[in-house]
Nanobody
Framework: QLQAFGGGLVQPGGSLRLSCVASGITFGINAMAWYRQFPGKQRELVAIISSGGSTEYADPIKGQFTISMNNDKNTVELQMGSLRPEDTAVYYC?????????WGKGTQVTVSS
């Protein structure tokens, strides 16, 4: 129901765009978000966008990442810039719909020279 694209290997200072397409659950979406998980750590919120377009970002990535949602409200993207090795993590797409949280499979982002 949630399919993520765009992870991979990028050099420090580079950019990546993650996309997540929701299917079958597009009606009634309240918010879409991206989380990331570092090895041995809990999943943490990176950015969230409401159906009304309001956004919130985690402090470490403010000004570095941008979250957006398409007009059909079934795709959420995360534009990541000025990537650093510490951004290396598995990134997960999340959809909140009628109070229920849906998760996509994670996509690996590796920042390394």
């Amino acid at each position: 129901q949630l399919q993520a694209f765009g992870g991979g290997l990028v050099q420090p200072g580079g950019s990546l765009r993650l996309s997540c397409v929701a299917s079958g659950i597009t009606f009634g979406i309240n918010a879409m978000a991206w989380y990331r998980q570092f090895p041995g750590k809990q999943r943490e919120l990176v950015a969230i966008i409401s159906s009304g377009g309001s956004t919130e970002y985690a402090d470490p990535i403010k000004g570095q990442f941008t979250i957006s949602m398409n007009n059909d409200k079934n795709t959420v993207e995360l534009q990541m810039g000025s990537l650093r090795p510490e951004d290396t993590a598995v990134y997960y797409c999340n959809v909140l719909r009628f109070g229920i949280s849906y998760w996509g499979k994670g996509t690996q982002v590796t920042v390394s020279s």
